[in-house]
């Protein structure tokens, strides 16, 4: 009997091994067109949670109209093949991919506008459409056509629009990529990938690779308006620093009012503190994404294989003109916040250091003032104790006198002012030695 080895498995092996199988590619035959429309729907940090949700509302909607069952609600992925076109959609941590896919015979594409006419638009509820308004970042059509061998890429020029700076290079050496990467008054980028000779499912991860450029290239660029919106507000900050750090060196008068105003500065200190990290952390996640898919980009760029197509720039040399400085400008941003927050610091621990070193001069001075008083008191204490003893010598011999004077009236033969006068003598050294030998004990 063969043992059940499944009970063998981690929880997560299943699942872990599927993910490397969730996102096939689409099998394409030369000639096709595709539109493919990514929706970002997330506006925050806080709205990536409900993303996936979001996302399976509008897919849903679309399955609902043409009467197709929709994936169950935790799906990251759904392919379909509907009447009029076949349907692959992605759903990602910030966005969701439509891509849509339809045939058209070779003759439909010979130069021009029209290779860009026949799209699957058409097939599209409308009321669908306008649901998406404001959540499409991306959206293009790639139209794939088979080259021939005299084909010249000038003859693609006129459906990607003439007069713009056109990028392309030869992929894979088995085909032609074309774009300019711009946005066409109907509101999508348009790309043209030639089929020369594409081995089985070539063309359809080729077609995929090119389509998550675009994708990942506007993903990349959201950081852009958010690192051009914190450059001023670094600008004030830096310049509030810089103001601070430049009043510190004037805390020479009194330290009294030294104290007061390195406090004050101290106070407006950690308020700048505070607006340059919240700044950061509202920075933190874009610009983090910003990177990661513009790491992407970069490899999806490197599994084109380029090979230079005399005139043009290829699409590596595209991204790293156009899209590498927006890349820079929103490190640069990462680079500041990070130096200003250490300046923040260091002025900080200094200015600290500053007031610790006032305080313990104050706090000398307050035992010196403590020490004085002390010794004040000792002196005055002592020079008490001399008239002390005389009070108390003064008392005693008085004491001493009645008692020698009951005595003499009792019928004793004494002499009270002989007796007197050698007890005060006596009486007075032994209260001036018991008061030495207190005070030695003391101590």
Same mark, same amino acid.
Request: negative net charge; glycine residues 4%.
């Given at each position: 009997m063969t043992p059940d080895t499944t009970i063998l498995s981690h929880p997560l092996r299943i699942p872990l091994a599927a993910e490397l199988h969730s996102r096939p590619f689409i099998e394409l035959k030369t000639p096709e067109v595709l539109t493919h429309i990514a929706v970002c729907d997330?506006?925050? &940090?806080?709205?990536?949670?409900?993303?996936?949700?979001? /996302?399976?509302?509008?897919? /849903?909607?679309?399955?609902?109209?043409?009467?197709?069952?929709?994936?169950? =609600?935790?799906?990251?992925?759904f392919y379909h093949a509907f009447p009029a076109f076949r349907l692959k959609w992605?759903?990602?941590?910030?966005?969701?991919?439509?891509?849509?896919?339809?045939?058209?015979?070779?003759t439909a594409y010979v130069a021009g506008e029209d290779a860009f006419r026949a799209t699957v638009l058409q097939h599209l509820p409308q009321t669908w459409l306008y649901s998406?308004?404001?959540? &499409?970042l991306a959206a293009s059509h790639l139209v794939l056509m088979p080259q021939t061998?005299?084909?010249?890429? *000038?003859?693609?020029?006129?459906?990607?629009?003439?007069?713009?700076?056109l990028a392309g290079s030869v992929v894979l050496d088995r085909g032609t990529f074309l774009t300019d990467f711009a946005v066409h008054p109907d509101g999508f980028t348009r790309f043209i990938l030639r089929d020369h000779a594409f081995i089985a499912q070539q063309a359809g991860r080729m077609v995929q690779r090119v389509l998550e450029i675009d994708t990942y290239r506007m993903m990349a660029l959201l950081g852009l308006p958010l690192a051009q919106q914190s450059g001023p507000a670094l600008n004030q900050m830096e310049n509030e620093l810089t103001m601070l750090v430049a009043s510190m060196p004037a805390l020479d008068? *009194?330290?009294?009012?030294? =104290?007061? @105003?390195?406090?004050?500065?101290?106070?407006?200190? =950690?308020?700048l503190a505070s607006r340059a990290e919240k700044l950061a952390v509202d920075n933190s996640y874009r610009f983090a994404a910003s990177r990661a898919y513009f790491q992407?980009?970069?490899?999806?760029?490197?599994?084109?294989?380029?090979?230079?197509?005399?005139?043009?720039? =290829?699409?590596?040399?595209?991204?790293?003109?156009? @899209?590498?400085?927006?890349?820079?400008t929103c490190e640069s941003i990462v680079r500041r916040q990070e130096a200003l927050a250490a300046r923040i610091a260091q002025t900080n621990d200094l200015l600290r250091t500053r007031v610790?070193?006032?305080?313990?001069?104050?706090?000398?001075?307050? @035992?010196?003032?403590?020490?004085?008083?002390?010794?004040?008191? @000792?002196?005055?204490? /002592?020079?008490?104790?001399?008239?002390?003893?005389?009070a108390i010598t003064y008392y005693a011999v008085g004491l001493i006198s009645y008692v020698a004077k009951g005595l003499k009236a009792a019928g004793l033969p004494l002499n009270t002012d002989l007796l007197t006068g050698i007890a005060l003598p006596v009486t007075g050294f032994l209260v001036w030695r018991g008061i030495q030998k207190l005070h030695q004990k003391l101590h």
């Open positions: 997330s506006s925050s &940090v806080s709205d990536v949670a409900s993303n996936l949700q979001r /996302q399976h509302y509008l897919l /849903q909607a679309l399955c609902h109209y043409f009467g197709v069952t929709p994936p169950v =609600t935790d799906a990251k992925y992605e759903c990602h941590t910030e966005f969701a991919s439509y891509t849509f896919v339809t045939g058209a015979s070779e998406l308004q404001s959540k &499409v061998e005299q084909y010249e890429y *000038s003859s693609d020029a006129a459906a990607l629009g003439a007069g713009r700076m008068q *009194s330290q009294v009012q030294n =104290t007061e @105003l390195e406090q004050q500065i101290l106070h407006q200190l =950690t308020a992407l980009v970069k490899a999806r760029i490197a599994e084109l294989r380029e090979s230079r197509i005399d005139g043009l720039p =290829t699409i590596a040399e595209f991204m790293e003109r156009r @899209l590498a400085p927006a890349m820079q610790g070193i006032v305080q313990e001069q104050q706090n000398r001075q307050i @035992l010196q003032s403590m020490n004085a008083r002390a010794a004040q008191q @000792l002196r005055l204490q /002592q020079a008490v104790e001399g008239l002390s003893v005389a």
